[in-house]
């Protein structure tokens, strides 16, 4: 009998459409669609970061359209910006985290 191994959260992103990769080795790329961000692949934070975004999708149910990353935190010198943020269901201009 085949071993039936569920997909990852990562993995279902990408076939749902939410994530996709392009280019190979060091120039690879993930690309959070709803959000319209790519990222390095070839760092490790974030296959971390990756794998926790279809988490908060899939396990927690917040829409993709509602994280964004690298968001300013206001009041903070030097600029220091937060590695995922979630806005609320009726935010749809991603002023209020």
């Given at each position: ?14 076939t ?5 990769f ?76």
């Amino acid at each position: 009998m085949p071993d039936k191994t569920e997909p990852t959260f990562l993995e279902r992103a990408v076939t749902d459409g939410h994530a996709k990769f392009t280019g190979e080795g060091k120039t690879e790329r993930s690309h959070y669609v709803a959000a319209n961000h790519p990222e390095r692949w070839a760092d490790p934070e974030e296959k971390v970061r990756a794998e926790f975004w279809a988490e908060l999708i899939y396990k927690y149910e917040y829409q993709p359209a509602r994280i964004r990353f690298e968001v300013n935190v206001p009041r903070r010198t030097p600029n220091d910006y937060a590695d995922i943020v979630i806005y609320s269901d009726k935010d749809d201009e991603h002023k209020d985290p």
